[in-house]
């Protein structure tokens, strides 16, 4: 199976924004064995993306169209696809219920251009995932085409639902497909070569991909086989042997985030968290509440950005900061203590450090940073030294501090008594 | 000037590399007025590559070529598109002179292989900043071709010495072409676009994107013409207009952020901050922190996701939490004198909300915010009702209440008897 995505928006085409909803799909579809030849990244220019699609026709037995499904002008997609195809628009009643439907929850009138919306053309089949986002496919001679809308996270849902699945099964041919992705924290690129180029010595059957995606390394585990269940067991042990191999630096194998990890096994425990940050400025409660529930585990957080607030908030003694200054092991450890006593917790996280660009000095330079953890019976305190600039610094820290509480919670020695 | 990009690289069509240097030129390009009418990302297959250029060709007057110019079996461009031009390749002496020199400081051997990179097609000129990296041009036909490496800082420095500035001064012609990007929020699409359309009808000289860029939406006016003093007036002259016809919806001209602007102003004013954080969960916090130098007028804030803390920390009455409920505008309007309380801070922000996806109920559904705005002499508050997922609804939080404080501190009646 050979195909290309042509992914359209006159954003992509000044720069302005980076696609990446090709490099996604692309990156699962080589994973599964399917071959893409070619991204095409055009503006809304009707003939140009005739021109492209009609050529991707000759060539390519499915393509991915993404962008240009919304209700303005410069949305082209669907009609000037409709024009190479040669197949009428129609006006799809569902799709017109479901624009309808949306605009009431949202108190908007009707208007004329969103009947736009609900045309496409004669034999598209609506992939609709049952949220704001729909696409639809289309089967043309011996092609599969997709739509799907520009939006990366509507796309990329949209992708994984309805597009990824029946490509895999056309381009098996019996054979089942079974793929894993296995999420790292705390070990380098070269570290994981390492592991797996053993992996990939002792299982030939398996491809493997290695893919950054800061501040984590995703690896993409895929084989293929007859027999699904022998396929999914064997997935099975080698996970098993990376887990091993790999320690703790193993986040985990689906698409939970470091924070729903956390938030898991803090439920489990039936423990509860407070946060203290100064240099991460709210990015670890930010990512700890992104977590549906979180309410049931996290207390709450402070952002102390001066002494004076480290001082009444969290009772940092001011001998402390005068003697070890704001950023030091003895600052984060009081600061842990103070948060855990103000938000009666047993569990606490605090961060204090330099995230630049300026603050930095020869003995601490720009990404100093110091993570307090408070545990039941004790708090420990780490040093880190980051490099970037200070986003990056910031999600340095958040993750840092979140992974070791993980592997804290993992090994729960310390908590269990409690 | 309309010209295209073909980037090459197997590892870009697997989604292993994101190519960026694609978008680094189309966002100079644009930026200067050239228009990039598509970007092509292949592999390294010398038939679909040699498809591509020819087509190309017609459509066309530059080309930027990048990757493939290494010795390996899989660079392949300069060979293929000599035969796609019809040119000979012939041997570049000051390139194979270069080459060895290079070998010999590493203390390489020669190879044969290493012959490929000194092979250029006939009437290539080479492009070489003095560095390891090179690339050459090549006149062809009406049609400028540009070989550029493919990696990345290579690419760039190449593209800013020797593609950019003859391709602007082939563009203008005498021209001069002048930009500008406005920042907008509080608008929806549709009535930005009645008033583009109006834009548009006044001055059929400018040319108008929409570029949505969740949560705000980003306008670029571009003008072209002879004298650039004309054309900055006019642009002045529609920003003007601009701001009159959208009144606060316009966040600025340039690339500063909301946290920008509300630093800057708060700075400007000598006022300082303190934020209280109910649904947002730190969001705010980690926005105002993104800001170097924020720690000037940022003094810090809570995160208080339990009525408990509510009270502990913001003295918000237990009977304010009894009889209006966590989610309210009394309970916004404790938080914000509670918070201001606490960091002795003139101005504070409060939200309080239902992120979802659970917590809704018929009067008070999810995406329900209260927002409590502290200025030195009164606090307001102000009811949101908003639409998305949890994350959707948190950063509309964020950008609602950031936006809200940056109108006032705009207008600042209430604050400038501080």
Redesign the interface.
């Known amino acids: 199976m050979h195909g290309e995505i042509i992914a359209t928006g006159?954003?992509?085409?000044?720069?302005?924004?980076?696609?990446?909803n090709?490099?996604?799909?692309?990156?699962?579809?080589?994973d599964a064995g399917l071959v893409?030849?070619?991204?095409?990244?055009?503006?809304d220019?009707v003939a140009?993306f005739q021109?492209?699609l009609h050529?991707a026709l000759q060539?390519s037995q499915f393509i991915i169209i993404t962008g240009g499904l919304g209700p303005?002008e410069?949305d082209i997609t669907v009609a000037a696809a409709a024009q190479t195809l040669n197949l009428p628009l129609r006006l799809d009643d569902y799709l017109l219920q479901r624009i309808k439907d949306c605009l009431k929850?949202?108190g908007l009138p009707w208007?004329e251009r969103y009947g736009r919306l609900a045309l496409v053309p004669e034999g598209a089949v609506i992939l609709d995932p049952g949220g704001t986002a729909c696409g639809f496919s289309l089967k043309y001679g011996n092609t599969w085409l997709y739509f799907l809308p520009g939006?990366p996270e509507q796309m990329q849902m949209l992708f994984d639902l309805f597009v990824l699945p029946p490509l895999l099964s056309l381009a098996s041919g019996g054979q089942s497909v079974c793929q894993r992705t296995l999420r790292m924290f705390g070990l380098t690129e070269t570290q994981l070569e390492v592991l797996l180029d053993k992996i990939c010595k002792d299982n030939p059957m398996v491809s493997v991909?290695?893919?950054p995606n800061f501040p984590e390394n995703h690896l993409c585990l895929t084989i293929r086989g007859p027999e699904p269940r022998v396929l999914e067991a064997t997935l099975d042990r080698l996970t098993q042997d990376l887990a091993e191999a790999a320690g703790d630096a193993l986040l985990g194998t689906d698409a939970v985030t470091l924070e729903e990890l956390v938030g898991k096994k803090l439920r489990a425990q039936r423990l509860t968290l407070a946060?203290a940050?100064s240099c991460?400025?709210?990015?670890?409660?930010?990512r700890?509440?992104?977590v549906?529930?979180?309410?049931d585990y996290?207390?709450?957080?402070?952002?102390?950005?001066?002494n004076?607030?480290k001082m009444?908030?969290l009772q940092v003694p001011p001998e402390t900061l005068d003697h070890y200054g704001a950023v030091s092991a003895e600052t984060a450890r009081a600061m842990a203590l103070g948060v855990k006593e103000?938000?009666?917790t047993p569990v606490a996280l605090a961060v204090t450090g330099i995230?630049?660009?300026?603050g930095g000095s020869p003995e601490k330079p720009v990404g100093t940073v110091y993570i307090g953890l408070g545990l039941p019976d004790q708090v420990q305190t780490r040093h880190c030294l980051f490099h970037g600039n200070?986003?990056q610094i910031?999600t340095l820290t958040a993750q840092t501090a979140l992974d070791w509480l993980r592997r804290e919670l993992q090994h729960d020695s310390h908590l269990s008594g409690h």
Chains 1, 2 share one sequence.
Do not use: W
């Not at 006159?10 to 990446?20: A, F, M, P, Q, W």
């Not at 893409?36 to 503006?43: E, H, P, R, S, V």
């Not at 996290?298 to 950005?305: D, K, L």
């Open positions: 006159t954003e992509l085409i000044s720069g302005r924004v980076t696609d990446t090709s490099p996604y799909a692309a990156a699962r579809l080589h893409l030849q070619c991204i095409t990244i055009l503006g220019e140009l021109e492209t050529q060539r303005t410069d929850v949202r208007e939006v991909g290695l893919y946060v940050e991460s400025g709210g990015l670890i409660s930010h700890l509440t992104n549906p529930g979180a309410s996290f207390m709450g957080g402070v952002v102390t950005y001066s004076q607030a009444e908030l103000l938000f009666h995230a630049g660009p300026s200070r986003e910031k």
